[in-house]
């Protein structure tokens, strides 16, 4: 209470009546699967653009989160969370030796944003920032270069980094606000930096970057120029790149550095030895390494069959040891090519893959053997601290999901039903579930293994053009079903049934879906997406997973998710107030003021608020038990609208001049 205590005019301000309820989003969605690089701590991402800069484009024509993606923001979706699959065990790339001036003390670790052997392919270079401090470069490469180049110096070099991130005038002053870890660490897409131990700081090492003359010396040293630094060690670390006339392309690293000659020795002897024709520069780009995908078997193939690899000697003798996983030829005849392990043979050492090799490996092909990705690889569990865990675990922490998808669920056992599990514990999600690939109308009955009004499950897959092949391909429609309920919130309202929508971005269906097949399907729960004559492919079904009538529609399981985790969000103020008669009329007021603007809104049955809706919140709703025990409880009652499923018009003869 205010004190009064001198005479005065006292203005005191107090609140009285309903505090406005704000409605959630509901059309924020989590994407759950492999990416081509990237953060394994979900991320959110606004557009296309911006998941090709953080997770990479399409890699593989088995890998379907890239397609589904772009699939949901092609049909209207604006805002996901990408959480990047990994193996348990994959490893991320570091290099430990990025120098910020001369002397072991003041270098940095460079690590890779996320786990895989797509860091490996990450190279990185310290030079004197244009003002001040020092400048970092990071270059990433999809496809590696045969040797690593500087970009910077040689532009003629192939193939181009894919994604090159620039970071000037770096401080290692933790007080600057251009401090490393304000400005590096957390935007990059790539990697972060963290300070080695007994690291004391210091300015960059102005000598990265000296171009010059080299010199002849012996096999494996280089006279640099005259401006070249004069003291001892100053390019230890770095490496010495030979950009023009003899010995040019030539890189090696500097072992030893006497400033009063100006002799840098190398690691390793030249191939071609420089002389004074030769250009040289001396700069800090340094390749991450160590990261890696958890290995089954890596070696050289065998001639086989069409459909069949020998593995190299050292294979497992076990029989079906490698079923299920993936086999991908890096280098020799085939490269490139991916396929799965569906038989092996432990005496012949004879894997059998899911299809025909479209070019036989042979002797000289290089393959790689990874373990299938599996239901604890998505899940993850609690094991990583709060704001770093992955995977599923990782949406858990994310109040704003509102979707939930996994396009590669289908392959995994048990991740159906684990997707349905986490929205039905959370009950602010929903689940979106597609088929497996060559699905059939009689082997589909989703509510046999996953009956739940927190999912919903469609079919068939759609074809879609591939941008960087050309080429069409199949992929699970999940990803353009989820823009679809983002478009239909947005333009209408979560109350709408997110069906009878164009699908942006489908070319053809898989199948196509005839009316006596969704006859069968749609009782099931299937929610089939058909292509019309005119109109273009459209999702033509809006039922969950449940078999109970009340929560048969989409929209009616949006509608309540929606209105609950409004009036939670928006009722908070309630908690540890009085518990009394005047907070019990403030806060039906308060519902009563949200449900009668969602009501408006069309979301509601009934030709007045009265129809459409209850609040009670009073005696009849809460004993005095309830009230020694801190309980408040008030009962809503709301009518949602359904959807015109099965729009009927009968016709009959009518005789002219007749009265009916």
Same mark, same amino acid.
């Given at each position: ?250 890189? &090696?690293?500097? #072992?030893? %550095?006497? @400033?009063?000659? =100006?002799?840098? +020795? $190398?690691?390793?002897? /030249?191939? !071609?030895?420089? *002389? ?62 991916? &396929?799965?392990? #569906?038989? %092996?043979? @432990?005496?012949? =050492?004879?894997? +059998? $893959?899911?299809?025909? /090799?479209? !070019?036989?490996? *042979? ?298």
């Amino acid at each position: 209470m205010p004190e009064y205590l001198s005479p005065g005019v006292y203005v005191e301000e107090f609140e009285i009546g309903a505090k406005p309820i704000e409605g959630v989003s509901t059309s924020t969605a989590g994407f759950l699967g492999e990416t081509e690089r990237g953060p394994t701590v979900p991320r959110l991402v606004t557009s296309w653009l911006e998941y090709q800069r953080v997770f990479g484009s399409y890699l593989g024509s088995d890998k379907y989160l890239p397609y589904t993606v772009q699939g949901f923001f092609d049909n209207g979706g604006k805002r996901c969370y990408v959480g990047r699959v990994v193996k348990a065990g994959d490893a991320a790339a570091t290099a430990a030796t990025v120098k910020l001036a001369a002397g072991a003390a003041n270098a940095l670790t460079v690590t890779a944003i996320g786990e895989g052997a797509w860091g490996n392919r990450v190279a990185v270079k310290v030079s004197p920032g244009s003002l001040s401090g020092f400048r970092l470069s990071v270059y990433y490469w999809k496809s590696a270069p045969t040797a690593l180049f500087d970009p910077d110096y040689d532009q003629k070099a192939n193939p181009r980094p894919t994604a090159v991130e620039i970071y000037d005038n770096l401080s290692v002053d933790e007080a600057s606000p251009d401090y490393y870890d304000k400005r590096v660490n957390a935007v990059s897409s790539l990697v972060r930096l963290d300070r080695q131990a007994g690291d004391t700081g210091g300015a960059p090492d102005a000598k990265a970057g000296h171009i010059g003359t080299a010199q002849a010396g012996a096999a494996s040293t280089i006279t640099l120029a005259s401006t070249a630094s004069a003291t001892d060690d100053a390019y230890n670390g770095m490496q010495v790149w030979i950009a023009d006339k003899t010995g040019k392309g030539q890189v &090696r690293t500097i #072992s030893d %550095y006497v @400033g009063s000659t =100006r002799v840098a +020795t $190398v690691g390793s002897a /030249w191939t !071609t030895q420089p *002389d004074s024709t030769s250009v040289c520069y001396v700069s800090s780009v340094a390749s991450l390494a160590g990261g890696g995908d958890v290995l089954a078997q890596q070696g050289t193939a065998q001639a086989g069959a069409a459909s069949t690899i020998t593995l190299a000697a050292g294979a497992s003798a076990v029989n079906n040891a490698y079923n299920g996983m993936a086999v991908e030829i890096l280098s020799g005849t085939g490269l490139g090519q991916k &396929r799965t392990i #569906s038989g %092996y043979v @432990g005496s012949t =050492r004879v894997a +059998t $893959v899911s299809a025909a /090799w479209t !070019t036989q490996p *042979d002797a000289t092909s290089v393959y790689r053997i990874t373990p299938a990705l599996i239901l604890s690889d998505y899940e993850r569990g609690d094991t990583d601290s709060p704001g770093n865990r992955k995977g599923l675990t990782g949406f858990k922490e994310i109040d704003d999901i509102s979707l939930v998808y996994a396009p590669n669920a289908h392959g995994v056992a048990g991740l159906p039903g684990s997707l349905i599990t986490h929205c039905e514990n959370l009950k602010d999600r929903f689940a979106i579930i597609d088929a497996a690939q060559g699905s059939t109308v009689s082997n589909l009955s989703p509510r046999d293994t996953n009956e739940s009004k927190y999912g919903a499950f469609y079919y068939p897959w759609l074809k879609v053009i591939d941008p960087e092949a050309g080429v069409q391909r199949l992929v699970p429609p999940g990803g353009h079903v989820a823009g679809i309920y983002a478009r239909s919130d947005t333009e209408r309202g979560v109350h709408k049934a997110p069906a009878n929508e164009k699908v942006n971005g489908a070319v053809d269906l898989e199948f196509p879906i005839t009316k006596g097949e969704q006859d069968v399907l749609n009782p099931r729960g299937v929610n089939v997406i058909r292509a019309f004559p005119g109109r273009g492919i459209r999702v033509w079904g809006a039922r969950t997973l449940s078999s109970d009538p009340l929560w048969k529609y989409v929209n009616v399981r949006r509608l309540f998710i929606f209105l609950e985790e409004s009036i939670d969000e928006g009722t908070q103020w309630v908690v540890f107030e009085p518990n009394d008669i005047p907070l019990w009329a403030r806060v039906r007021q308060t519902i009563v003021q949200f449900l009668t603007g969602v009501w408006r809104t069309g979301a509601l049955a009934g030709a007045t608020p009265e129809e459409a809706f209850f609040v009670k919140c009073d005696r009849t709703t809460m004993t005095q038990d309830d009230i020694d025990n801190g309980r408040l409880i008030c009962v809503i009652g709301v009518a949602p609208v359904k959807p015109a499923e099965f729009v009927i018009f009968r016709i009959a003869q009518w005789t002219a001049g007749a009265k009916g």
